[in-house]
T-cell receptor, first 111, second 112 residues
């Protein structure tokens, strides 16, 4: 099955700086890569996703890049704000369905 | 839409008791998933259904766990008998083709 590794496990950044989270996947047939944000005590919520026919996607301060050859994808958050503090999960799947999640990255934005 | 609805939000039970978690997926979603989240193991897929039929239950930890989906708007995850190591947050999620996965608010289970 698919194996997704995520790094780093924790990330502390100064407000206004950028944060980068990296994930690798094992199944070369995976073609869907979503990112979820989970605030303390709440459910994971989709923040951005990318499909294998696209190399990069942006949504305001968030961007995701995908390197199919190397089988890795990254989340970039620019101009971080305190409300960006949360646990972020990457995931991968063939199609939209059976997602395999990374272990999560706890992001702390220091004011 | 109200989103994926799970009940109860919290469940505290004693070891050996039966626990039933409930989920109502988003209307029109034909895929339903049960995940378990712990600090040690992260988000684990337990089982998923398509059109009310179980497709993959390879993540179900053991025979104490069972899941059903009697109709398109309702699913249950049952643990019998429960054990302290079952303590976790259990998420139900639903999706359909072309739509991302939407999670419910989860059920926090504590088995003492």
């Amino acid at each position: 099955g698919e194996n997704v590794e995520q790094h780093p496990s924790t990330l502390s950044v100064q407000e206004g700086d950028s944060a980068v989270i990296k994930c690798t996947y094992s199944d070369s047939a995976s073609n869907y890569f979503p990112w979820y944000k989970q605030e303390l005590g709440k459910r994971p919520q989709l923040i951005i996703d990318i499909r294998s026919n696209v190399g990069e996607k942006k949504d305001q301060r968030i961007a995701v890049t995908l390197n199919k050859t190397a089988k890795h994808f990254s989340l970039h958050i620019t101009e971080t704000q305190p409300e960006d503090s949360a646990v972020y999960f990457c995931a991968a799947s063939r199609g939209d369905y059976k997602l395999s999640f990374g272990a999560g990255t706890t992001v702390t934005v220091r004011a | 839409d109200a989103g994926v609805i799970q009940s109860p939000r919290h469940e505290v039970t004693e070891m050996g008791q039966e626990v039933t978690l409930r989920c109502k997926p988003i209307s029109g979603h034909d895929y339903l998933f049960w995940y378990r989240q712990t600090m040690m193991r992260g988000l684990e897929l337990l089982i998923y259904f398509n059109n009310n039929v179980p497709i993959d239950d390879s993540g179900m930890p053991e025979d104490r766990f069972s899941a059903k989906m009697p109709n398109a708007s309702f699913s249950t995850l049952k643990i019998q008998p429960s054990e302290p190591r079952d303590s976790a947050v259990y998420f139900c999620a639903s999706s359909r083709e072309g739509s991302p996965l939407h999670f419910g608010n989860g059920t926090r289970l504590t088995v003492t």
